[in-house]
C-alpha cells in the first residue's frame, strides 16, 4: 500500500514567520503533490514536482516556494506566512500524474494567526 | 483548462437507501475520470476511476459509476449506504498536462443517518 506521511500534522504559525511542511513517500513515485483544501474551493494545486530536484508550479503559488530535494520527499514552504494562508494542506504521490492513482497523506492543518 | 462540476454540495440519506452524487465534467479529449473519498481527518482515498471501455465502472465498497460522453458526466451511485459511508466525496478528472495531476471538484458532503 502506498504510503505518504506529511509532517507536522498541525501547525500554529504568526504572521509574517516562515513555515515548512514536510512530505515522505516510501513507494518510489516520480510524482509528486502539494494541494490546499478550503473550503468553498475544494482543492487547488500549489505545486508539484516531476522528479529530484524538479519543482513547477500549479494553479496558485504565489506566496509558497517547493523544494524536491530527493525522490522522497517534497516541501512546501511558506517564507512569509500570512493568515489568508490558513488552510489544510495535502501532499500526495503518483507515478503517471492524472492517469493514475494519487495517493494522499493525511493533510497539515496550518492557522496563521 | 479542464473543470469539473458538483452540483450537490450535501446530500443526506438514510441507512440502505441508495446514493447517486452528481458529476459533470469539462475537457477538450477524452479525460481519466475519478471519484476519491475523504474521512473526516483523513487523506483522500480513490474510490475508481473510468479512461475507456464499459461505461459502468466498478470501485471499491460497493460503489459503482458511470460515464456519459454524451451528457459530459460521470455520476457516482452506491445502492445501499451504510453509516460508515458518511464522508466528502470528490469527482477528478486528470489535468490537461497529466504531470499536473488532478482538477477536484468542490466535493459532496454525504451524511448517512440510521
Known amino acids: 500500500e502506498a504510503a505518504v506521511t506529511q509532517s507536522p500534522r498541525n501547525k500554529v504559525a504568526v504572521t509574517g514567520g516562515k513555515v515548512t511542511l514536510s512530505c515522505n513517500q516510501t513507494?518510489?513515485?516520480?510524482?509528486m503533490y502539494w494541494y490546499r483544501q478550503d473550503t468553498g474551493h475544494g482543492l487547488r494545486l500549489i505545486h508539484y514536482?516531476?522528479?529530484?530536484?524538479?519543482?513547477e508550479k500549479g494553479d496558485i503559488p504565489d506566496g509558497y516556494k517547493a523544494s524536491r530535494p530527493s525522490q522522497e520527499n517534497f516541501s512546501l514552504i511558506l517564507e512569509l506566512a500570512t493568515p489568508s494562508q490558513t488552510s489544510v494542506y495535502f501532499c500526495?504521490?503518483?507515478?503517471?500524474?492524472?492517469?493514475?492513482?494519487?495517493?494522499f497523506g493525511s493533510g497539515t492543518r496550518l492557522t496563521v494567526l | 483548462a479542464q473543470s469539473v462540476t458538483q452540483p450537490d454540495a450535501r446530500v443526506t440519506v438514510s441507512e440502505g437507501a441508495s446514493l447517486q452524487l452528481r458529476c459533470k465534467y469539462s475537457?477538450?479529449?477524452?479525460?481519466?475520470l475519478f471519484w476519491y473519498v475523504q474521512y473526516p481527518r483523513q487523506g483522500l482515498q480513490m474510490l475508481l476511476k473510468?479512461?475507456?471501455?464499459?461505461?459502468v465502472v466498478q470501485g471499491v465498497n460497493g460503489f459503482e459509476a458511470e460515464f456519459s460522453k454524451s451528457d459530459s458526466s460521470f455520476h457516482l451511485r452506491k445502492a445501499s449506504v451504510h453509516w460508515s459511508d458518511s464522508a466528502v466525496y470528490f469527482c477528478?478528472?486528470?489535468?490537461?498536462?497529466?504531470?499536473?495531476?488532478?482538477?477536484f471538484g468542490l466535493g459532496t458532503r454525504v451524511s448517512v443517518f440510521p
Open positions: 473510468y479512461y475507456s471501455g464499459d461505461p
Open positions: 477528478a478528472v486528470s489535468a490537461t498536462n497529466y504531470a499536473q495531476g488532478l482538477t
Open positions: 514536482s516531476y522528479g529530484a530536484g524538479s519543482t
Open positions: 475537457y477538450s479529449a477524452t479525460p481519466y
Open positions: 513507494n518510489n513515485h516520480n510524482n
Open positions: 500526495a504521490s503518483g507515478d503517471l500524474g492524472g492517469s493514475e492513482t494519487l495517493y
